[in-house]
């Protein structure tokens, strides 16, 4: 059977997202009727205890392109993320945050860096990386202290000169996204880190947006959760040296 003509795909990671997804879902849909190019919207759902699949499936008629991919045990944000891209049929494949507090308009500023062969486009919420950057609503004091001491290890442990690894709104072009997501083992809170350290490693271009960032109060990032974070890293730290000495092999065998 031939894939269909897809030029974007969107996939939304969901666990339990009721509450908010049906107004993502509207938003994404009133922006993508109105672009030139086919497009999809896949969510998938990272085995939520609410209703969240049959919300999806409820809105099936009304949201066009929409597909649901259906999981009924919790593995991460990451794994779902992966689950969600290699399953897509898109030409790019974004994927961004249930909430929408990166807007879906984003996409347009990426399209110029793809135009020019980029292979990965991500937003940034921070000035330091682009300059426009900003947060409509700011983060709690110890969430933009957490996060800015969490990037000085980050940068140093596994991605250098990238200010925001975290933001939920980046894409991929359909090779990078399957060469990057299929070498994922980061299922969980880094593995926004992990797919920008294989980028680095697989030697694709990344372009950066500023983005218009809105902060949304019910988010699920727990105070322990930037401490499991930096562990991830200091795991990712370790899988990027072996599978650098693994490309350097192959490259010396070739």
């Not at 944000?77 to 969600?84: A, D, I, P």
């Not at 969430?143 to 000085?152: D, I, S, T, V």
């Not at 072009?173 to 299929?182: G, M, Q, S, T, V």
């Amino acid at each position: 059977m031939p894939k269909p003509d897809i030029y974007l795909s969107v996939v939304v990671p969901a666990y339990n997202e009721s509450g908010r997804l049906p107004n993502t879902l509207r938003r994404f849909n009133e922006y993508l009727l109105k672009q030139g190019y086919g497009y999809e919207i896949v969510v998938v759902n990272d085995g939520s205890k609410d209703a969240t699949a049959d919300i999806v499936r409820s809105m099936e008629r009304e949201i066009k392109n929409l597909r649901l991919i259906d999981r009924k045990k919790n593995y991460g944000k990451g794994y779902t993320v992966m689950e969600g891209m290699l399953a897509s049929y898109g030409k790019i494949r974004l994927f961004a945050d249930a909430d929408n507090a990166t807007d879906i308009s984003h996409f347009e500023k990426m399209r110029p860096f793809f135009d020019k062969n980029y292979a990965v486009v991500i937003c940034s919420r921070d000035s330091k990386d682009v300059s426009g950057a900003k947060q409509a609503v700011a983060q709690p004091r110890w969430k933009r202290l957490l996060g800015n001491m969490g990037n000085l290890y980050i940068q140093w442990m596994a991605v250098r000169g990238i200010w925001d690894t975290q933001c939920g709104f980046k894409a991929f072009r359909d090779f990078a996204a399957e060469n990057i997501f299929k070498r994922l083992k980061t299922y969980r809170w880094a593995f926004d880190v992990e797919i920008l350290a294989l980028a680095r490693e697989l030697n694709y271009k990344i372009g950066i947006i500023p983005a218009d960032w809105k902060n949304d109060p019910n988010t699920r990032v727990s105070f322990m959760s930037y401490f499991k974070t930096l562990w991830e890293v200091y795991k990712i730290k370790k899988n990027m040296k072996k599978l650098s000495w693994q490309t350097h092999q192959n490259d010396e065998i070739a």
